[in-house]
């Protein structure tokens, strides 16, 4: 395997991890907070809410998923 392939899944690995759904939503809040940067309003309040619904949404999907195996 060459080293670049090496260090583009090694990078994905550490970005996306084990769950795909919080990466997204994080990509999605940085992209929210660009689009409102662009305007006259202030951007700084998305970030922090994003972090607790996706904090949340994942903790929710552990805790079934955890009661689902017994």
């Known amino acids: 395997?060459?080293?670049?392939?090496?260090i583009l899944l090694g990078t994905w690995e550490f970005v996306v991890g084990d769950d795909w759904r919080?990466?997204?939503?994080?990509?999605?809040?940085?992209?929210l907070t660009a689009i409102?940067?662009?305007?006259?309003?202030?951007?700084?309040?998305?970030?922090p809410l994003?972090?607790?619904?996706?904090l949340a949404l994942s903790l929710r999907r552990a805790a079934r998923d955890a009661s689902r195996r017994g």
């Open 36 to 47: 409102v940067a662009t305007t006259d309003l202030a951007a700084w309040w998305i970030m």
């Open 1 to 6: 395997m060459s080293s670049a392939r090496r």
């Open 22 to 31: 919080s990466a997204v939503g994080v990509a999605v809040a940085l992209g």
């Open 50 to 54: 994003a972090v607790l619904a996706i």
